[in-house]
């Protein structure tokens, strides 16, 4: 079976206490020809320096991408993922440094683009078996259903977890759909992608996950991320149209 080069690329700002323990999480997976790249917009904790320490010495081959100025997730996301399709990555996930996305379901994820004829997989917190940590309060649960219906009720992506951002995606997809054109942020982000994927006929896969609460640090969720999520469904639904 040929060996497939897989980057995960992780976008990090302030997750220096994160970011050793998803690293050993990732060296303990059974992936052959796995990389991790991340990509750090100049954390102040220093996050950087930790990931230039496990470039030197961790236990897998990792890269850092640093950037000189924070300028949101999908900005960091498109940087990285352009280096990995520069350094040959033929499949590069999309992975949260906050631990909230389990590593372990790489290699399944990975699998499937193996063996199905689908563009992307997403993580799933609303397939059947996936699901969202105990500590999530009833109105972020509310949120985040509601967040979801509203995007598929104006984009017709047709899957359950329109803003998931625990992804694994073919090299090819990511170029047909020219990712370096991608300029929304946060959330919005990770339904233009999908939505891109869609209008070019494209399949989208879900395989299901649970989705943890972030072990150490603060949420990077802003008002303008949420407000740019609630309008970039219409700005894409008017450019189609």
Same mark, same amino acid.
């Given at each position: 079976?040929?060996?497939?080069?897989?980057?995960?690329?992780?976008?990090?700002?302030?997750?220096?206490? %994160?970011?050793?323990?998803?690293?050993?999480?990732?060296?303990?997976?059974?992936?052959?020809?796995?990389?991790?790249?991340?990509?750090?917009?100049?954390?102040?904790?220093?996050?950087?320096?930790?990931?230039?320490?496990?470039?030197?010495?961790?236990?897998?081959?990792?890269?850092?991408?640093?950037?000189?100025?924070? %300028?949101?997730?999908?900005?960091?996301?498109?940087?990285?993922?352009?280096?990995?399709?520069?350094?040959?990555?033929?499949?590069?996930?999309?992975?949260?440094?906050?631990?909230?996305?389990?590593?372990?379901?790489?290699?399944?994820?990975?699998?499937?683009?193996?063996?199905?004829?689908?563009?992307?997989?997403?993580?799933?917190?609303?397939?059947?078996?996936?699901?969202?940590?105990?500590?999530?309060?009833?109105?972020?649960?509310?949120?985040?259903?509601?967040?979801?219906?509203?995007?598929?009720?104006?984009?017709?992506?047709?899957?359950?977890?329109?803003?998931?951002?625990?992804?694994?995606?073919?090299?090819?997809?990511?170029?047909?759909?020219?990712?370096?054109?991608?300029?929304?942020?946060?959330?919005?982000?990770?339904?233009?992608? %999908?939505?891109?994927?869609?209008?070019?006929?494209?399949?989208?896969?879900?395989?299901?996950?649970?989705?943890?609460?972030?072990?150490?640090?603060?949420?990077?969720?802003?008002?303008?991320?949420?407000?740019?999520?609630?309008?970039?469904?219409?700005?894409?639904?008017?450019?189609?149209?």
């Amino acid at each position: 079976m040929e060996q497939l080069k897989v980057t995960v690329v992780v976008p990090t700002y302030d997750e220096r206490e %994160n970011l050793p323990v998803l690293v050993g999480l990732l060296a303990g997976l059974d992936l052959p020809g796995l990389h991790v790249l991340v990509v750090d917009d100049d954390s102040p904790d220093g996050t950087g320096a930790v990931a230039d320490d496990l470039a030197a010495n961790g236990p897998l081959p990792l890269s850092v991408l640093h950037r000189r100025e924070k %300028n949101g997730l999908g900005r960091a996301y498109v940087a990285g993922i352009l280096r990995a399709l520069d350094e040959g990555a033929d499949v590069v996930v999309q992975m949260d440094a906050d631990l909230s996305h389990p590593a372990g379901t790489i290699p399944a994820m990975v699998e499937v683009l193996r063996t199905t004829d689908a563009a992307v997989v997403l993580g799933s917190r609303y397939v059947p078996g996936g699901s969202v940590a105990d500590e999530w309060k009833w109105h972020r649960k509310a949120l985040s259903a509601w967040a979801n219906f509203y995007v598929n009720a104006i984009l017709r992506l047709r899957v359950k977890d329109a803003t998931a951002g625990f992804k694994a995606w073919r090299a090819a997809t990511l170029r047909r759909i020219d990712v370096a054109s991608v300029r929304s942020n946060g959330y919005a982000f990770q339904v233009e992608m %999908n939505h891109r994927v869609v209008r070019r006929g494209m399949r989208i896969a879900e395989v299901p996950i649970r989705f943890d609460e972030r072990a150490e640090g603060a949420s990077k969720m802003s008002f303008a991320v949420q407000l740019e999520s609630a309008i970039m469904p219409w700005k894409l639904l008017f450019k189609r149209s």
